[in-house]
């Protein structure tokens, strides 16, 4: 399976401290994009990865890609309670679809 | 501008009955993808319209799914009959570009079979 998959399931952690999160896929990619889904809601494009980019920053978030490792890594820093959500990461690669993963829940306490 | 909305955002049946999923895109984008999350696990592809052609429907579980994308504005997604396993929310994207880009997410038709 192309698909992404997230670690870890879940994680806790206090206002203000850094969070993340890492991907792992098991193919070529010609993208890799991060996304927020907040409880009941739809999710959100955070960011948007190329296989060619090694970092993207994006406000409070930093991405890393590492192509001959197979992985990403979403950073959120000075986390603040309302970004408590899920995260899903999606590769895209070779084809035009996104493949998710089963994501990570992050909640951050005030 | 209006984002992707789904209709209905959650429905209750029972076992054996049918149930008609729509989505509306975003005006203007001809990718239409349809995905579904079960119990917490990862969020599947189920398929893909280009306009009003599947371009891909290797997601789609068996032939009690049916999508349609008539005119290649909104989508439908039929189940029928519909199986306990079917339960889990299912979500509609759009996008402008294939790619693809950036997904526009709906938020999501919780289906619950009983």
């Known amino acids: 399976s192309q698909q992404g998959e997230e670690d870890p399931q879940a994680l806790s952690i206090q206002e203000g401290e850094n969070a993340t999160m890492n991907c792992s896929y098991k193919t070529s990619i010609n993208n890799l994009q991060w996304y927020r889904q907040n409880s009941g809601r739809g999710l959100v494009h955070l960011i948007l990865?190329?296989?060619?980019?090694r970092e993207k920053h994006s406000g409070r978030l930093r991405v890393t890609l590492d192509t001959s490792k197979k992985s990403s890594s979403l950073l959120i820093t000075a986390s603040r309670a309302a970004d408590t959500a899920s995260y899903f990461c999606?590769?895209?690669?070779?084809?035009?679809?996104?493949?998710f993963g089963a994501g990570t829940r992050l909640a951050v306490h005030p | 501008e209006a984002g992707v909305t789904q209709f209905p955002s959650h429905s209750v049946i029972e076992k054996g009955q049918t149930v008609t999923l729509r989505c509306d895109p975003i005006s203007g984008h001809d990718n239409l993808y349809w995905y579904r999350r079960v119990m917490g696990k990862e969020i599947k592809f189920l398929l893909h319209?280009?306009?009003?052609?599947?371009?891909?429907e290797s997601g789609m579980p068996n032939n009690r799914f049916l999508a349609e994308r008539t005119g290649g504005t909104y989508s439908t997604l039929k189940v029928q009959p519909a199986e306990l396993e079917d339960s889990g929310v299912y979500f509609c994207?759009?996008?402008?570009?294939?790619?693809?880009?950036?997904?526009?997410f709906g938020e999501g038709s919780r289906l619950t079979v009983l």
């Open positions: 999606a590769v895209s690669g070779g084809y035009n679809k996104l493949i």
């Open positions: 319209f280009v306009k009003e052609s599947k371009q891909d």
């Open positions: 994207a759009s996008s402008q570009v294939q790619g693809p880009g950036e997904l526009f």
């Open positions: 990865i190329r296989s060619n980019e």
